[in-house]
């Protein structure tokens, strides 16, 4: 996404990613981004949140409105819990990044990537 | 370290070495960064939205069907912004399925908030379709076919901004 952002950038396109991967967003450069401090699924905010889905975007615009250059990411003030525990849990044993049947057709997908990058094909 | 966020490329490069790839995903990395100022008030702006949250439509009677047919070229579909968001899911399986859920569309990609800034003169107006774009483990393809395929509908949209989701 960020590989988009940038293109419709380099083209005329001014844009805004918001994201919760922080640090993935933040590796690839892109001129203005919005982080939400949550688990990975809702970097617009809380599922049925209006208000808080509202100021996210809000501050997006914002961002869009006054950014001259390209901007420092802009944190969201919002936690997703009080404890935070959930950052410690991400991708653990007791909950893996994937299982079962995505799990499978994540390496399928995986290895056809690796049989056409082999080919030279991607 | 509940403070910090969390490193999801060091996870996942873990989480690949578990699995027995000592060669992980190549994040995308670049030293510059490309940058547009927007030129007029927001209030005169047309703003379009992209997503790579896998979003797709319900059949009219609510099926799980193929719906991306007409407008899918190479990874790069659209959907109109006026669709019933009733309408709308996501089939993306790497969100915190643990903590959260994608049961709200507006969560991870906002056209009903951004129905609501057009209609309350935040924003000009939000364009007639969006787009989705479905993730590649090839940056290449990305880079080469779906970002141009992007630009030009968003050129065809006549947008001044554009913003994308994730999820």
């Given amino acids: 996404m960020s590989l988009v952002a940038r293109h419709l950038e380099a083209n005329g396109i001014p844009t805004v990613v918001f994201g919760c991967a922080r640090d993935i967003v933040e590796y690839a450069r892109v001129p203005r981004f919005v982080f939400s401090d949550f688990p990975l699924g809702n970097p617009c905010g809380k599922p049925f949140d209006v208000t808080m889905q509202r100021q996210i975007l809000e501050m997006g615009l914002d961002l869009l409105a006054r950014a001259i250059a390209p901007s420092p990411t802009v944190q969201t003030p919002y936690v997703w819990s009080e404890d935070n525990s959930w950052k410690a849990k991400v991708f653990t044993k007791e909950r893996p990044f994937m299982e079962g049947e995505t799990h499978e057709r994540w390496m399928r997908a995986k290895e056809k990537y690796r049989q056409l990058k082999a080919a030279g094909k991607i | ?167």
């Fill in chain 2, 1 to 167: 370290m509940a403070d910090d966020y969390v490193r999801y490329m060091d996870k996942t490069r873990e989480y690949y070495l578990a699995e027995g790839y000592n060669n992980p995903y190549q994040w995308a990395h670049f030293e510059d960064t490309p940058f547009t100022p927007l030129t007029k008030p927001l209030s005169e702006c047309r703003l379009g939205l992209v997503t790579t949250s896998d979003i797709a439509v319900l059949s009219e009677s609510g099926e799980r069907e193929r719906f991306d047919a007409e407008t899918l070229v190479g990874n790069v579909y659209s959907i109109p912004s006026d669709v019933a968001v009733e309408r709308l899911y996501s089939r993306n399986e790497h969100y915190d399925r643990f903590e959260t859920n994608l049961n709200d569309v507006n969560s991870y990609c906002p056209l009903t908030r951004l129905r609501e800034f057009a209609a309350e003169g935040r924003i000009g107006s939000f364009a007639g379709r969006f787009h989705g774009v479905y993730t590649s483990y090839s940056k290449r393809l990305t880079m080469e076919r779906d970002a141009p395929e992007v630009l030009k509908r968003c050129r065809e949209d006549e947008v001044d901004a554009v913003i994308l989701t994730p999820v």
